[in-house]
Structure formats: structure tokens, C-alpha cells
T-cell receptor, first 115, second 117 residues
Framework: GDSVTQMEGPVTLSEEAFLTINCTYT??????LFWYVQYPGEGLQLLLK?????DKGSNKGFEATYRKETTSFHLEKGSVQVSDSAVYFC??????????????FGQGTELSVKP | GAVVSQHPSRVICKSGTSVKIECRSL??????MFWYRQFPKQSLMLMAT?????????EQGVEKDKFLINHASLTLSTLTVTSAHPEDSSFYIC?????????????FGPGTRLTVT
């Protein structure tokens, strides 16, 4: 079945370091891919998305490129801040909008940024 | 835009009682809402898909009679945990899709922390 695998956390970085969180997926068909962020005690917020191969999603300095050949959607940021400390979830959806559109989430990667 | 609220944010109830959690889309209409459960430091587990005006679709292993879902309007879905037990204590999160956008993007509520004593 469809699945998402993320790199294990926690990831601890110093402020201004470069961030990469790996995400790979297995899916039949052509999924849409998402990154969500969850701050402590809160729900999830959509960070960025890509709906087809070679699309690059970007937001707030974060970016991820939909790589069909490697079935990956790695999250990157050039210079992290303490405020980026959160849990990051990679997700996919293969169901057409009018047939459910369920999201399948990876296990989440906790990021901790130290001053 | 695309704001989803949940009420209450935290609830403590005694074992054997029922508790209702509301999920509202504040500035858009949502024919489909989703209910998730999240354990500490774990991913989200989809419990059910709630469709306005019809019965919810439950994921395998989720007890329909224990987790009652009602989606009576385009902006409101409710999850009622019946005869709650301590093992039902968890973080419950809802999400909604914007009918007008026609995409699979989901907007999440802030979550409800349920503690059953």
C-alpha cells in the first residue's frame, strides 16, 4: 500500500545551520505531496506542497522538490531559526478529490534548533 | 483564510461518561472533514472521514459505536467519544477540505486534548 517514510529524529541543529529532512514515498499512481509542521500543543499547518513531478513547493524559506525518479520530497532550509523548532510531517494523497482524498502521513521528524 | 477551529481545546472527563468535540470550518465550506488521533511523539492516525449529510467512513479497527461522528452542516462536524475509558485519552485533531478549492489540501484544527480519569 501507499506509504511515507521520513528520517528519524530528533534532529538538533544550531541556529543558521542548513536543514534537510528526508522523505521518500511509495505510491501507486501520481500522488500529491505535502509537508506539514506541528508546533508544540497545536494542530498541523500546511508548510508547502507539490502536485506533480519536478514541482518545487516553497514557503517561509523552506522548499521541497517532487522527485518522481527517486520517489522523494526532501525538505530543506538554508538557515534555520529557533522558531523553526517543531515536528515536521511529510504526507501524500493519491485519491482524487472526489474519491476521498485521504492523506497518508510519515511518522514525523522532530527538529530542535539551539541558539 | 481556511481556518478550522475545535472546541474544547482541553477536556477532562470521568471514565464511563461521553464527551463531544466540535470541529468547525470558519471561513469556508467543507463537505469532507477528517478526524485523527495522535499519541505522544507519534504520527496522526486517521480515524474516520466525515461527509456532510451522510454516514462517516471509519478506518479499519476504529469502533463506530464508540466514536460517533456527525457532519450535519457544511461547517460543522462532531466527534463524540462514548463511554470513555482512560485508554481513550489522546490528542484528537480534525481537518477539513475547502469545497471551493477542489484539491486534496487539508486544513487542520488546533486539536483537543482529552484526558479520561
Amino acid at each position: 500500500g501507499d506509504s511515507v517514510t521520513q528520517m528519524e529524529g530528533p534532529v538538533t541543529l544550531s541556529e543558521e545551520a542548513f536543514l534537510t529532512i528526508n522523505c521518500t514515498y511509495t505510491a501507486t499512481g501520481y500522488p500529491s505531496l505535502f509537508w506539514y509542521v506541528q508546533y508544540p500543543g497545536e494542530g498541523l499547518q500546511l508548510l508547502l506542497k507539490a502536485t506533480k513531478a519536478d514541482d518545487k513547493g516553497s514557503n517561509k524559506g523552506f522548499e521541497a522538490t517532487y522527485r518522481k525518479e527517486t520517489t522523494s520530497f526532501h525538505l530543506e532550509k538554508g538557515s534555520v531559526q529557533v522558531s523553526d523548532s517543531a515536528v515536521y510531517f511529510c504526507a501524500l494523497s493519491t485519491e482524487p478529490y472526489n474519491q476521498g482524498g485521504k492523506l497518508i502521513f510519515g511518522q514525523g521528524t522532530e527538529l530542535s534548533v539551539k541558539p | 483564510g481556511a481556518v478550522v477551529s475545535q472546541h474544547p481545546s482541553r477536556v477532562i472527563c470521568k471514565s464511563g461518561t461521553s464527551v463531544k468535540i466540535e470541529c468547525r470550518s470558519l471561513d469556508f465550506q467543507a463537505t469532507t472533514m477528517f478526524w485523527y488521533r495522535q499519541f505522544p511523539k507519534q504520527s496522526l492516525m486517521l480515524m474516520a472521514t466525515s461527509n456532510e449529510g451522510s454516514k462517516a467512513t471509519y478506518e479499519q479497527g476504529v469502533e463506530k459505536d464508540k466514536f460517533l461522528i456527525n457532519h450535519a452542516s457544511l461547517t460543522l462536524s462532531t466527534l463524540t467519544v462514548t463511554s470513555a475509558h482512560p485508554e481513550d485519552s489522546s490528542f484528537y485533531i480534525c481537518s477539513a477540505r475547502d469545497l471551493a478549492r477542489g484539491s486534496n489540501e487539508q486544513y487542520f484544527g488546533p486539536g483537543t486534548r482529552l484526558t479520561v480519569t
